[in-house]
């Protein structure tokens, strides 16, 4: 079973596509300097190396867009064909400048005009409306430019850092970040921009799930389907990262939503793609191995459970979408394993059975010849292909 995915258009950046019915796409983003061009390259080796498909860098300063040109040979002397995204902060004339190197740009709609001076006054309806109108006229270069160089744009919006407009109108809260986002959309839908894709990043996974589904429900009620990118942004380390992750983006997949998904943690980059690889194959959004179903064990198993299960692992994860259960006993086992395609399940001390779907198709195997066995019932029933 998958979730029903939700509808949108379909960006291209460079060759690859997002959204629609194209893969959910994984991406990450360099932490090297960008002006250094072996530090890069190193680590967009690492990345290419573990499948990222698109690639940020950050782009402060005009040093950073110069660098793009070489970067990018570097790749292409590599073989490596990775789009690449710029992100742009504070500065609209970088994001202008950088259209010719890369694929996308990420702007935040926080802070590519306004400055963040937090001046505690009231908007009236016109100054709002000036407000916007000086957005428009700031970003009328960049929609030119992205046409020009077929550069698509992300509207990265973060709760950390919505800009004074909306914080004073709409305060610190996810229908803010929906409006920073809207207020940009419509712009560049009035320009006929149409390559835009969006994400809602917060460091709290609960805000992060408000702001998308809320941010869904407002474009469509404008007739927008553009894709979503999902993050939690600043999720930290080692196993807090990797839950904070799985939370909102897995959440918000089970939604059927989200288009690219990137997992930020506080680590090496290339560390981020298997975590965004599992969330997807957890969540069945994506598959990229096979799906294993396995009891926790209890006093009903005759068998070392965790023993076997690696061992059935080490012969079996190549096996892309079959999915196998491990489970200890005949008691719950059966009914437990779901919808797993194939079932190893303890019958009593060092004897297996062995399930079809639901139908058990041998009985009361010696567990010695027990996972030979399981691998003879893959080929049998044509779900085998040997490991690349
Ligand atoms: S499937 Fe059987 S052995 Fe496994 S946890 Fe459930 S009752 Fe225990």
């Not at 793009?68 to 710029?86: D, N």
């Not at 935040?108 to 109108?133: C, H, I, M």
């Not at 779907?357 to 040997?386: F, M």
Request: charged share 25%.
């Amino acid at each position: 079973m998958f979730p029903k995915r939700r509808q949108t258009s379909t960006v291209s950046i460079g060759t690859l596509k997002i959204g629609s019915t194209e893969p959910i796409r994984i991406q990450s983003m360099l932490t090297s300097d960008t002006t250094d061009i072996e530090e890069c390259i190193a680590e967009i080796t690492r990345l290419d190396k573990v499948n990222c498909e698109i690639i940020r860098l950050t782009v402060p300063n005009q040093k950073s867009v110069d660098s793009l040109h070489a970067i990018r040979s570097e790749m292409e002397k590599r073989g490596i064909q990775r789009p690449l995204v710029a992100d742009v902060h504070f500065n609209p004339q970088l994001a202008i400048n950088v259209c010719e190197f890369v694929e996308k740009v990420r702007i935040n709609p926080g802070n590519f005009v306004d400055s963040k001076k937090f001046e505690a006054r009231e908007y009236t309806d016109k100054q709002y409306q000036e407000e916007l109108a000086r957005v428009e006229e700031k970003i009328l270069p960049l929609i030119s430019n992205l046409k020009k160089y077929g550069c698509a744009l992300r509207v990265g919006t973060n709760h950390g850092s919505l800009s004074d407009r909306v914080m004073n109108r709409y305060g610190d809260t996810s229908k803010g970040m929906v409006e920073s986002a809207l207020e940009f959309l419509r712009i560049l839908r009035k320009h006929d921009f149409e390559e835009t894709v969006l994400s809602m990043k917060s460091s709290n996974p609960l805000v992060m799930i408000q702001a998308y589904r809320q941010l869904v429900i407002a474009m469509e009620s404008e007739e927008m389907y553009y894709p979503l990118h999902l993050g939690v942004t600043e999720a930290g380390n080692e196993l807090d990262g990797r839950i904070k992750s799985a939370v909102g983006i897995g959440t918000l997949l089970c939604d059927g939503l989200g288009d690219t998904i990137r997992v930020s943690l506080t680590e090496a980059s290339e560390n981020e793609i298997p975590v965004a690889q599992s969330i997807l194959q957890s969540t069945r959004a994506r598959i990229y191995n096979t799906d294993f179903i396995s009891c926790p064990s209890c006093g009903r198993t005759f068998f070392d459970l965790e023993t076997t299960t690696a061992q059935i692992k080490a012969f079996t994860s190549h096996l892309k979408g079959v999915k196998i259960a491990i489970m200890g006993c005949v008691v719950n086992g059966p009914g437990e394993m779901a919808d797993a395609d194939f079932g190893y399940v303890g019958a009593g001390p060092g004897k297996i059975n062995l399930y079809c779907g639901q139908t058990c198709v041998e009985r009361n195997i010696p567990s010695v010849q027990a996972v030979k066995r399981l691998i003879e019932l893959i080929q049998e029933h044509g779900k085998w292909v040997d490991p690349a």
